[in-house]
């Protein structure tokens, strides 16, 4: 129960609350494997995968066939690089059920790392779909797309990812790059040329703006961008302004500014108009309504920057 409780207070974002409740689940059986698996998610969300890793592992042998335990047990090892260990992980699941899918998926990203496309292809086959609408679906369906040079598909794929995370920086250059080589230049500038503009572009951003110009046979704007690239060094941090999609949010939540849905755009909105003074006494007033938000900490830690 007290698990339950904890997964609700941390879809409502109450991090803090969470973790007392998974205290005391843990409090009432330290064995229990549930209880150690969102113990595991909750350290990996705050401190990384290393830090998690013995959380689910003493999950893992207590509950050796626990799909669900094992399916985060796997995708924490591959983000730490622990292929073979990932790749044995995935194969038990597998005995341990034939159809379940996030098995044939993990297998599917390990291939897809390795550059066995056609192995990855055929194991997000073996998903039988589950993982189309998901982001890290979409994002491995769309790098396997382009590899084979249906750049058009691949174009598709991402540009539906980029519609469901429009400030994902690497489903943004995946997309420009996806753009340019199905030659669509034009899409390319109209999307990234404002970001490439920006004090803080990347040099891949501005590289990728700069060659969408050149297809264009517009070599005198596409000299600005190349230029800044190439003599681009550490970039500095500022503010990023909203997005289309926070703008919007903005608007929506008029009535209720300190909502927890339009606290980042608000935020983005103050800083990058140079308005701190207001962004910091925002940012206290969040805080003090979700008190138990560790992102909305983080949030009133960076106005205060």
Request: hydrophobic residues 45%; proline residues 4%.
């Amino acid at each position: 129960l007290w698990v339950d409780i904890g997964r609700l207070r941390y879809q409502a974002g109450e991090q803090h609350l969470a973790a007392d409740a998974i205290n005391r689940a843990l409090a009432i059986d330290g064995n229990e494997p549930r209880a150690l698996q969102f113990q595991a998610e909750l350290v990996r969300d705050a401190q990384g995968p290393a830090a998690a890793l013995p959380w689910f592992e003493r999950a893992a042998r207590l509950a050796p066939k626990d799909l669900a335990v094992l399916g985060e047990y796997a995708g924490t090892l591959g983000d730490l690089g622990r292929y073979r260990e990932l790749l044995g992980v995935a194969r038990t699941m597998v005995k341990i059920d034939r159809t379940d899918p996030r098995a044939y998926f993990l297998q599917a990203v390990l291939a897809a790392r390795a550059g066995r496309d056609e192995l990855a292809r055929r194991l997000l086959w073996s998903a039988k779909g589950a993982y189309d609408d998901t982001p890290a679906g979409m994002l491995v369906a769309g790098v396997l797309e382009y590899r084979a040079g249906s750049t058009e598909l691949a174009v598709d794929r991402f540009d539906k990812l980029a519609d469901l995370q429009p400030d994902n920086e690497t489903v943004a250059r995946l997309l420009g790059l996806a753009l340019l080589a199905d030659g669509d230049a034009s899409e390319v500038i109209a999307r990234f040329a404002a970001r490439a503009a920006r004090a803080d572009a990347s040099p891949y951003m501005l590289t990728l703006v700069g060659r969408a110009y050149e297809q264009l046979d517009r070599r005198d704007l596409a000299a600005s961008f190349l230029d800044r690239a190439a003599q681009a060094t550490a970039s500095r941090i500022s503010p990023l302004a909203p997005s289309d999609a926070g703008e919007l949010a903005i608007y929506r939540w008029g009535d209720d500014p300190t909502a927890a849905g339009v606290a980042v755009p608000t935020l983005r909105k103050l800083l990058s108009q140079g308005r701190t003074e207001e962004a910091a006494a925002y940012g206290r007033e969040v805080r003090q309504r979700f008190a138990n938000s560790s992102d909305i900490e983080v949030l009133s830690g960076d106005a205060a920057l």
